[in-house]
């Protein structure tokens, strides 16, 4: 059984910092795609960033590059988000992902590709 922990939300002000950890006492991180995605009220769950097994790879979605950062640590079985200049429209749910079934070169950013997910972690942005 697998189980991904998300934690670090919380609310900021616009132009602050948060940073997001995704945790499991499953299945270790090692050697499969981890990744982020964020949900807002009333939007689908949208693709954030994702990292390969390595660290080496990452891919962001337009509207955070630059401004997030992914990384993870196997030995810990910890994945991060660290956001930066953070947004107002950056305000959703977000979710670890593991791609536990994925062995292709590239770094997926479809949801179905991804098998288990983490219950979610508020972010809220204001003004």
């Known amino acids: 059984q697998e189980q991904l922990v998300e934690s670090g939300g919380g609310l900021v002000q616009a132009g602050g910092s948060l940073r997001l950890s995704c945790t499991t006492s499953?299945?270790?991180?090692?050697?499969?795609?981890m990744a982020w995605f964020r949900q807002a009220p009333g939007k689908e769950r949208d693709f954030v960033a994702a990292i390969k097994w390595s660290g080496g790879g990452t891919t962001y979605t337009d509207s955070v590059k630059g401004r997030f950062a992914i990384s993870r640590d196997n030995a810990k079985n910890t994945v991060w988000l660290q956001m930066n200049s953070l947004r107002p429209e950056d305000t959703a749910v977000y979710y670890c992902?593991?791609?536990?079934?994925?062995?292709?070169?590239?770094?997926?950013?479809?949801?179905?590709?991804?098998?288990?997910w983490g219950p979610g972690t508020q972010v809220t942005v204001s003004s």
């Open positions: 499953g299945r270790a991180f090692s050697g499969y795609i």
């Open positions: 992902a593991a791609a536990y079934t994925y062995w292709g070169g590239l770094i997926p950013t479809g949801r179905p590709v991804y098998d288990v």
